[in-house]
Nanobody, 115 residues
Framework: QVQVVESGGGLVQAGGSLRLSCAAS????????MGWYRQAPGKQRELVAH???????NYADSVKGRFTISRVYAKNTVYLQMNSLKPEDTAVYYC?????????WGQGTQVTVSS
């Protein structure tokens, strides 16, 4: 069973930056895709960004040019660098790992952006 743990959330002012970390319990070489989702109050969970083992990435239109997803294989970790944060980025951010047809979710980390 794959486990993923998020960290790095917090409170930041608009225009600031934050880096989220997602640590997997196994080598991320064995994971097809790792990504970040977020869920704001009263909203559905939505894709923020994901990355595959071949390095391919996808981003939500709302974060393109501001967020960057990356991986460090030696740490079994995927990062989400968030720059130029906006109040509308406020949400609980969840890490997701896909192995075969199975999805694994982290516990979530709160990101709050003040105006």
């Amino acid at each position: 069973q794959v486990q993923v743990v998020e960290s790095g959330g917090g409170l930041v002012q608009a225009g600031g930056s934050l880096r989220l970390s997602c640590a997997a319990s196994i080598s991320i070489f064995s994971i097809n895709t790792m990504g970040w989702y977020r869920q704001a109050p009263g909203k559905q969970r939505e894709l923020v960004a994901h990355i595959t083992t071949d390095g391919s990435t996808n981003y939500a239109d709302s974060v393109k040019g501001r967020f960057t997803i990356s991986r460090v294989y030696a740490k079994n970790t995927v990062y989400l660098q968030m720059n130029s944060l906006k109040p509308e980025d406020t949400a609980v951010y969840y890490c997701n790992a896909a192995q075969g047809l199975t999805l694994y979710w982290g516990q979530g980390t709160q990101v709050t952006v003040s105006s």
